[in-house]
């Protein structure tokens, strides 16, 4: 939990430093006239100086016993899935239509979680594309995307 | 007298088949919206619109406010049930109603925001009804300055917003107001961190960060334990609120009213800011504050009331001046305007059957979404019964339809996997993700407000001295500031 | 293999023969039009799109649908109609932003020769108004008032680079006063903080002041127009005022994609002129406090020439564009 947070806290000091270079590219202006800069630069500073003081904590405190309870490495592997699975429904989703990117990210997802047997994998997957794209759809008129099989 | 006369005018308009008919559809789109994450009312309202063209002006706006309205009830649910917010006004809700939910009480935090939401409803209403012309006109002496003030003071809260470390609550803080910064300068326009894209121009949406910081981390969060237990206590306690829930939650809804009514007012996202005012307020006044986070039913009760009333609030300025104060107010004027009827100071006197007729409608309205809510929790409460393995998948879809619905645009989407792999990471090392969402509401209209002031007044700070309400805002902020030391001097005494 | 996955290659298999079947070459348009509202829904634009949408359906025998593509002031939506095929099947509702966010920001991935007008459909003519107390009765007195204090008054837009914003920098320029500028965000922030006394003046369209006007609780110092309004015949013109080059309005136009085929476009056009003379379409949009304009793609195009000169003026002296 120490490492962690020093880490952390590392970090956002690091990202404070970031804004504060980029908001120096922005017109900064003066305490009368702020400019699109001023903000922005103001509240770097005041990041720098939080992080400083947590990083100052964070090293200082003595390892607690409690640390926060590692993460299995395959519990890694199923976070990653799930995301990659989500951001490919996101990246397919226009080109393939909602019915289909739809289907396709249930079956996945379904599969990398828990990973039930493929006909109730199918038949869930079936069931939500079809009762999500009537509720969005029809009953809500939500526009939702027809990709290259027109569906 | 004259009231009275008005009110049955209303009645009689409210109450004839066709209105009720439609006052329910209202309502009934209102809670699917509300509990569908992403969707919120805007959209909803935005998507109907075109139907209430053919329909009588009476009808049509009784509709579209019924599922605004109606979404602040939904909104609630799916913030209890997996920490996801149905709308951003319900963020605070997630802080102590998820854990209710985990802790097998789902049946009581659902119950008590379905309570709470209809007597605020009611209050709300009767404020609208009484003072609408007088607020409208109140409302105006809030310039730049003053909503400057206001963000000031609102930033305090983030005090009351954290369980754990408040270095840690104040790097989110400054963190969201940062989130908030990026986009279009609207006093410059010129663009900052957008790289280019036009996604980043309009900012981050509050939407899909809310989602990801919420939601996505959570359903992360859950999926490192797979295959073990239930993340939620499988005994249910109860599907209603109990006598010591009532005994706890009657003063936190009671005082979530009033605020939320009055902050309602305000142009730009009242309802979030008044749930969050509501949260942090009820956490001062409790005597026990360290159990805020843990699910005590007065975190969801209070902000629950507020976000509601809040809604009643944010009708005054549209009806009572023609001025729509958020997205959802612009979509009502126009529903009003394509019938040819535009909303001004002119408005209650030329018009009286449609605003007393639209007032009547909001009580029916919240009766019926009471009486639909209720049977609704026992649904609710055994969803979450279903196996996680096929309840996750379906979150997520959920959330990625959701956000994709608000602009069609799959960059969004990316924001949120983006913010829940972050808040995800975050959480491990102890940042919440409350103060970083009240930041970035109030951060952009902090700036923007400060600007505005400074054009105005040409650069002098005096202004914000000189005018009252601005005045009293910026003592209350130093009170604040200085409560805590004042409080740790005596203790030390 | 299962049944179910059996079913499920069918089903893919089926659907990829029902789209190979080539599309059939029958005249335009053979399927829905989407019109891209770069605004949010119940803004003029989608008014007005949605009020014609069922006339230029029928004209077109397609459906028609609007798809709000609202963000960054109008740049998202439009871009996204730049970006559509060029087929006829996409097409834009925009007010001026179209002309003038090009003028403001130079990266902007868009000009007006990216687009083919169709027809300019609707106005709203600008009103320049004053809180119902402000110590000035008409133009003339808020004029000498600025002369005489300059840059002690302020105006309020609806942001940088907006229609507001330009109209408060070509006064300065017309009539050599110096006023503050500060952006509000909306039109109807503007016309909240004049009311609030906050912010002197603005200059708004009628659709944002007149039930403000007709309250009393707005004075509209001059309306921007050749005639007066028959509805407000009290409020002098800017023309009257000596200030033709003031005679400015909110337009509402419609644009194609700059590659759509001549046919589609004439097509277009042609129900677009003839929705705007249909009786209710008209009535209707009166009802939503604009104006009817109608006007076909060659002078609508003639007209766009004018207003990117005008403002690409502006721009220039009032260092607006980056």
């Known amino acids: ?151 | 007298m004259e009231l009275l006369h008005n009110f049955a005018l209303g009645l009689s308009v409210a109450l004839t088949p066709m209105n009720l008919l439609f006052c329910f559809i209202g309502a009934l789109v209102g809670t699917l919206v509300g509990v569908l994450p992403g969707l919120g009312p805007v959209g909803a309202v935005a998507f109907l619109l075109s139907i209430t063209f053919k329909m009588e002006p009476a009808s049509a706006i009784i509709m579209l406010a019924g599922i605004y309205y109606g979404a602040m009830y939904g909104g609630s649910t799916t913030s209890i049930l997996v920490n996801i917010p149905g709308e951003t006004a319900s963020v605070v809700t997630c802080l102590d109603g998820y854990k209710m939910a985990r802790q097998g009480r789902a049946g009581a935090a659902l119950g008590i925001s379905a309570f709470g939401s209809f007597i605020a409803g009611t209050v709300g209403v009767v404020g609208l009804m009484f003072l609408a012309p007088l607020l409208g006109r109140a409302a105006l002496s809030f310039g730049p300055a003053e909503y400057f003030a206001l963000t000031l003071t609102g930033l305090t809260l983030v005090a009351y917003l954290s369980q754990g470390s408040m270095t840690k609550a104040l790097i989110m803080a400054v963190l969201g107001l940062l989130a908030g910064a990026v986009g279009m300068d609207p006093i410059s326009g010129e663009e900052r961190f957008t790289y280019g894209t036009l996604t980043l121009r309009d900012g981050f949406g509050l939407v899909p960060v809310a989602m990801g910081l919420f939601g996505i981390a959570e359903v992360l969060e859950n999926l490192i334990v797979l295959g073990g237990q239930s993340v939620y206590e499988t005994k249910i306690q109860g599907l209603l609120p109990n006598r010591q829930d009532w005994r706890d939650s009657a003063a936190p809804i009671a005082r979530g009213s009033v605020v939320g009514f009055f902050l309602g007012i305000l142009p730009g996202p009242g309802p979030v800011i008044a749930s969050f005012v509501s949260y942090a307020m009820e956490k001062r006044l409790s005597r026990y504050p360290e159990k805020f986070g843990t699910g005590v039913i007065e975190g969801v009760a209070g902000p629950e009331a507020a976000n509601n009333a809040a809604t009643a609030g944010s009708f005054i300025p549209l009806l009572s001046l023609g001025i729509p104060t958020s997205a959802i107010m612009a979509l009502f004027m126009g529903a009003l305007m394509i019938h040819g009827i535009q909303p001004g100071p002119l408005f209650i006197a030329k018009y009286p059957e449609l605003f007393w007729g639209f007032i009547a409608s909001m009580y029916v309205g919240n009766a019926m979404l009471l009486v639909l809510n209720l049977p609704l929790i026992g649904i609710w409460v055994k969803l979450l019964k279903t196996p996680y393995a096929i309840l996750f998948p379906l979150i997520l879809l959920f959330c990625l339809i959701g956000v994709y619905s608000l602009n069609a645009n799959v960059a969004e989407i990316v924001i949120m996997l983006a913010f829940g792999v972050i808040g995800f990471l975050l959480r491990r090392v102890g940042y919440e993700g409350a103060p970083f969402i009240l930041a970035m509401v109030l951060g952009p209209i902090m700036e923007t407000s400060l600007r505005q002031t400074l054009l105005i007044s040409r650069g002098s700070f005096m202004i914000f001295l000189n005018r009252p309400i601005c005045a009293v805002l910026i003592g209350l902020t130093v009170v604040f500031l200085l409560w805590p030391l004042f409080k740790g001097a005596r203790r030390e005494a | 293999m299962s049944k179910a996955k059996f079913n499920f290659i069918m089903f893919i298999m089926a659907a990829v023969l029902l789209c190979a079947v080539p599309q059939s070459s029958a005249q335009y348009p053979t399927k829905t039009i989407q019109i891209i509202n770069p605004f949010p829904p119940g803004a003029v634009t989608d008014i007005v799109a949605r009020l014609m949408a069922p006339k230029l359906s029928a004209s077109l025998g397609q459906q028609v649908v609007i798809v709000n593509k609202a963000g960054g002031g109008g740049a998202v939506g439009i871009q996204a109609a730049k970006d559509a095929a060029p087929d006829g099947y996409t097409i834009l509702v925009t007010p001026p932003p179209i002309a003038l966010i090009p003028i403001v920001n130079k990266n902007s991935g868009f000009t007006l020769k990216d687009f083919t007008p169709l027809g300019l459909a609707t106005s709203s003519p600008n009103t320049t108004v004053v809180k119902s107390d402000a110590p000035w009765k008409s133009l003339e007195e808020f004029i000498a008032e600025a002369k005489k204090s300059p840059g002690q008054l302020t105006y309020g837009s609806a942001g940088p680079g907006t229609t507001p914003h330009f109209i408060g920098e070509l006064v300065k320029l017309k009539t050599g006063i110096e006023m503050t500028h500060v952006p509000l965000g909306s039109e109807s922030a503007a016309a909240t903080a004049v009311l609030g006394g906050h912010v002197n003046v603005a200059f708004l369209t009628l659709g944002t002041t007149r039930s403000h006007v007709e309250a009393g609780t707005l004075r509209a110092l001059a309306v921007a127009s050749n005639r007066r309004l028959k509805d407000f015949p009290n409020i002098p013109t800017t023309v009257e005022k000596g200030h033709p080059e003031l005679n400015l309005k909110v337009w509402v136009g419609f644009f194609a994609p700059a590659k759509t085929p001549a046919a589609a476009v004439k097509r277009l056009a042609a129900a677009i002129n003839e929705s705007l003379k249909d009786a209710e379409v008209v009535a209707n949009i009166e009802k939503a406090q604009a104006l009817i304009e109608n006007l076909g793609p060659a002078e609508f195009a003639k007209f766009l020439a004018e207003e990117e000169r005008k403002w690409g003026e502006v721009a220039r002296a009032a260092k607006i564009s980056q």
């Open chain 1, 1 to 151: 939990m120490k490492r962690l947070e020093i880490i952390a806290a590392a970090l956002l000091a690091g990202l404070a430093g970031y804004v504060l270079l980029a908001a120096n590219q922005l017109r900064i202006g003066n305490f009368r006239v702020p400019q699109t800069g001023f903000f922005p630069r103001a509240l770097a500073v005041l990041l720098a100086l939080l992080t400083v003081v947590e990083l100052v904590r964070a090293l200082r405190q003595a390892e607690t016993a409690t640390a926060a309870a590692r993460i299995p490495s395959e519990a890694w592997l199923r976070i990653g899935a799930t995301l990659a699975i989500m951001l490919g429904f996101a990246l397919v989703l226009e080109w393939l239509g909602f019915l289909l990117a739809t289907f396709a990210l249930m079956v996945l997802l379904l599969r990398a979680i828990e990973a039930p047997s493929w006909s109730k994998v199918f038949i869930v997957a079936l069931a939500t594309s079809a009762l999500t794209y009537g509720l969005f759809a029809w009953l809500l008129g939500v526009p939702l995307p027809a990709g290259i099989l027109g569906i």
